[in-house]
């Protein structure tokens, strides 16, 4: 499988759960304003859409879409445990969390990271953000994970959206068991090893 990805962006979720996941893979770096991947590639002609992450199976195709690559990723590999068994409840709580992720804070971001929005539109991103993040905070509450006891592909896509909060300047520090959750999350080593092989670690 081939990974496209820009550092630090959506695909950093895809990138933790390949290595967690003990999967063979490589990467390919994307420029996402140029469209252009590392080789010079069109990635248009790769993903239609235009944006990361792209999954390029091993069978052939690409998956797009972070939340379905993630799922994709943990059914490749059960042992793993980076999401329950198809069917059960806990598989739907980790959608139930991949859905909420992807449209509550992933989409809130987005005026805070576009130059042309308005003051009051990223005002309203930041306020819709910290409830989003207070919730999220609240269901932390005697668990090490989103769903439990068990890192899951929900784990990397939160990891890796909260921590574009220091980026934008959003302040996460009204939210100390979300700050420790954070913490947890980063110091396990598939983790460090997607942040340093896309250039993100001090």
Partial sequence: MKLYFSPGACSLASHIALLEAGLPFTTEKVDLGKKLTASGADF???NPKGYVPALELDGGGVLTEGPA????????????QLAPAAGTIGRYRVIEWLNFIGTEL?????PLFNS???????????TSLAHRFGYVARMLEGREYL????????????????????????DLSDW????????RIA?????????????LLK
């Fill in 44 to 46: 248009r002609a790769i």
């Fill in 69 to 80: 690559i993630l799922q994709y990723i943990a059914d490749q590999a059960p042992a793993g």
């Fill in 106 to 110: 992933h989409k809130n971001f987005s």
């Fill in 116 to 126: 042309t929005a308005s003051e009051d539109m990223k005002s309203a991103a930041r």
């Fill in 147 to 170: 769903s439990g006891d068990q890192f899951s592909v929900a784990d990397a896509y939160l990891f890796t959206v909260a921590s574009w909060s220091g980026f934008v300047g959003f």
């Fill in 176 to 183: 100390p068991l979300l700050q420790a959750y954070l913490a």
């Fill in 187 to 199: 110091a396990r080593p598939a983790v460090q090893q997607a942040l340093g092989d896309e250039g």
